[in-house]
């Protein structure tokens, strides 16, 4: 991958390694466009997430790096927000960064793609779960208060799959991302997960390229050493569905770049 947006530090609390390593792995898996989106501050859940005193130390701590290695590589600077109303700030959309991911990681406030929480599972109706996660999915799009869709269908991390058709779960939720202008990432961390297989399925990702929308990729790693895995396999999932382009933003406007 040339492109690799989505990737955090130890700010977060479940992340290890220093910004400097993480950058030195992306350099030597040739990534071009390297970015940082740490898990935005919110007055929830904020065991996994900075705080909104930290703002400025890892802004700062990105451009800095962004200047040391700037003859090497591209740094970009974002934040990874949860969609979750009621919790969003505006220190963090209205934030001076490349970009925003947009992610769901919770129905209800309920952590579902938490292992702690993996019993809730049993008591639901599955396609119910899934329908409710794309739902938030839509009305995060229809926000157009972000610029990247993350892991558009990490409800599928513990391999609990529907039993009615995806697309028809995800449909309206795809053509809101449309809609927005957003892009979608390709997310390899799903290789590291129990479905063991990126984010977007291949049936999803095939209905995202008929739609016209964007993809960029995203290691989202949490140690250096997560930095560029399964970028292979990735690249060849994009080229097999005839994508030849991603994205990267820059202070919020989007830029093509061939692969």
């Excluded at 130890?10 to 030597?28: D, F, P, R, T, V």
């Excluded at 396999?233 to 406007?253: H, M, P, Q, S």
């Amino acid at each position: 991958m040339i492109v690799d947006l989505h990737n955090h530090t130890k700010l977060c609390n479940h992340a290890e390694g220093e910004i400097s390593q993480y950058i030195e792995k992306a350099i030597e898996c040739g990534v071009k466009y390297f970015g940082f989106s740490e898990h935005a501050p919110m007055n929830f859940d904020e065991k996994y997430r900075i705080n909104f005193e930290q703002m400025k130390e890892y802004e700062k701590s990105v451009l800095d790096a962004k200047e040391r290695y700037k003859n090497s590589i591209e740094i970009l600077l974002g934040y990874e927000v949860d969609y979750l109303i009621g919790y969003m700030d505006e220190r963090v959309l209205n934030a001076d960064v490349d970009y925003l991911i947009g992610s769901v990681h919770f129905i209800e406030e309920w952590g579902f793609d938490n292992p702690e929480f993996i019993g809730n599972y049993k008591n639901q109706n599955i396609d119910e779960i899934w329908q409710k996660y794309f739902n938030a999915i839509e009305d995060m799009a229809k926000s157009k208060l972000f610029d990247i869709v993350g892991h558009i269908d990490l409800i599928k991390i513990f391999n609990f799959l529907p039993k009615k058709n995806i697309i028809e779960i995800a449909k309206n939720a795809l053509f809101a991302i449309k809609e927005a202008g957003m892009s979608v990432e390709i997310y390899v961390a799903g290789f590291r997960k129990p479905v063991a297989e990126a984010y977007p399925s291949p049936i999803l990702l095939e209905e995202i390229k008929k739609l016209g929308i964007p993809i960029t990729f995203a290691s989202d790693a949490h140690k250096p050493e997560q930095v560029g895995l399964f970028s292979d396999e990735t690249l060849n999932i994009a080229k097999n569905l005839g994508f030849d382009e991603c994205v990267i933003y820059r202070k919020r406007k989007k830029e093509f770049i061939k692969f």
